[in-house]
């Protein structure tokens, strides 16, 4: 069975860093997108950045310029790394990935459970 773990979250002052990090486990064949979420109080989720398994990448506007998507195959992991903090970015930030697993390879999207990043003076 496929699971993803995120650490990384906290309380960070504005201006600080973060990096986030999301590894999976299990019967894993193979990885294509890995994205990161977040989701604000009484806000839609919405996607913060995004990496494909050749390593193109796509950012939100809000985050551009201020954060990096990275990933490591080999560890089955994404990273969300994440500079001049603002307290708009506070959040539950999730992981998603598109993982093709088990005997009939099937490809299906996974979540991990969130982690609480907090931006606050």
């Known amino acids: 069975q496929v699971q993803l773990m995120e650490s990384g979250g906290g309380l960070v002052q504005p201006g600080e860093s973060l990096r986030l990090s999301c590894a999976a486990t299990?019967?894993?064949?193979?990885?294509?997108?890995m994205d990161w979420y977040r989701q604000a109080p009484g806000k839609e989720r919405e996607l913060v950045a995004a990496?494909?398994?050749?390593?193109?990448?796509n950012y939100a506007d809000s985050v551009k310029g201020r954060s990096t998507i990275s990933r490591d195959n080999a560890k089955n992991t994404v990273y969300l790394q994440m500079n001049s903090l603002k307290p708009e970015d506070t959040a539950v930030y999730y992981c998603?990935?598109?993982?093709?697993?088990?005997?009939?390879?099937?490809?299906?999207?996974?979540w991990g459970q969130g982690t609480q990043v907090t931006v606050s003076s």
């Open positions: 998603k990935m598109a993982i093709r697993s088990g005997s009939w390879a099937i490809e299906s999207n996974y």
């Open positions: 990496i494909t398994n050749r390593g193109s990448t």
């Open positions: 299990g019967t894993i064949l193979s990885i294509n997108d």
